[in-house]
């Protein structure tokens, strides 16, 4: 879904502050990730809706985030462009391959 809803981001976070968008953003997906720790309460149909719902939620706020981060790196170091994006996409690569197995 985050490719779909990407395009439209783009707008909003141009139109907003990076760091703002950035801000919102991290608040939104934290927020998002615990009501989808507290779907272990619930019964089988509303948890399969109310899960499906809150993982686009998350999608939409990664993102928001991860657009917003960008922004800010390419705004911090506008003659390394390459290489702060491929450093930041190595690093984000990494913490989807180490996290799992550390939390």
Partial sequence: I???IY???NVFVNNNN???S???SGIYLSA???LFGLLTEMERIPFEIFSI???MLQAVAMSILFLASYAI???IFPKYRTVTL???EVFIGLGYMIGPPLG
Avoid: E, Y
Wanted: hydrophobic share 60%.
């Fill in 2 to 4: 985050s490719f779909i």
């Fill in 7 to 9: 395009p439209f981001m």
């Fill in 18 to 20: 990076f760091k703002l």
């Fill in 22 to 24: 950035f801000a919102i």
């Fill in 32 to 34: 998002s990730s615990v």
């Fill in 53 to 55: 719902t809150f993982q």
């Fill in 73 to 75: 790196m390419l705004r």
């Fill in 86 to 88: 491929s450093v930041s």
